[in-house]
């Protein structure tokens, strides 16, 4: 059971992740047109957007060589980690379009800068790894 609502590749997880995604523009909607919202919300909206794009983009790109298989070495932490990211997507917008809609998007920012972060340090490392063994050597894979 718990394979089905946390598996990177469970329907469940994309699911979420596109509902997540559907759900930024009702909620896009109603912080800038429909009520008269301060640039406080407009911001944090906005910064919750790249900062989704920015994890979305870590998890699709390829990091290795082609003959590295796919979702190794960093990949598969970026992978995992859009895991919570399509439940935070999902269950902050349904309530940032019920309620008021700041302080899940407070919320959300705060969840995506940490994750956001490790996937820059895990970029920054990448990037200054000279080591021409191969991606995962040691893991048995």
Do not use: Q
Not at 21 to 34: E, H, Q, R, T, W
Not at 75 to 80: D, I, R, S, T
């Amino acid at each position: 059971m718990l394979k089905f609502f946390f598996y990177r590749f469970s329907k469940m997880v994309i699911l979420m992740e596109a509902l997540g995604v559907l759900l930024l523009g009702p909620l896009l909607y109603k912080i800038f047109f429909m009520t008269n919202e301060g640039w406080l919300d407009k911001s944090l909206f906005c910064t919750m957007f790249l900062l989704y794009a920015f994890i979305r983009f870590c998890a699709t790109k390829k990091w290795y060589p082609p003959e590295a298989p796919r979702y190794s070495g960093i990949e598969l932490h970026f992978k995992k980690a859009l895991v919570p990211v399509g439940y935070i997507l999902a269950i902050f917008g349904i309530f940032g379009i019920l309620f008021d809609p700041t302080p899940f998007l407070i919320s959300e920012v705060i969840l995506f800068i940490i994750i956001g972060h490790v996937d820059v340090i895990l970029i920054y490392i990448h990037r200054k790894d000279n080591d021409p063994t191969p991606v995962n050597a040691f893991s048995g894979h």
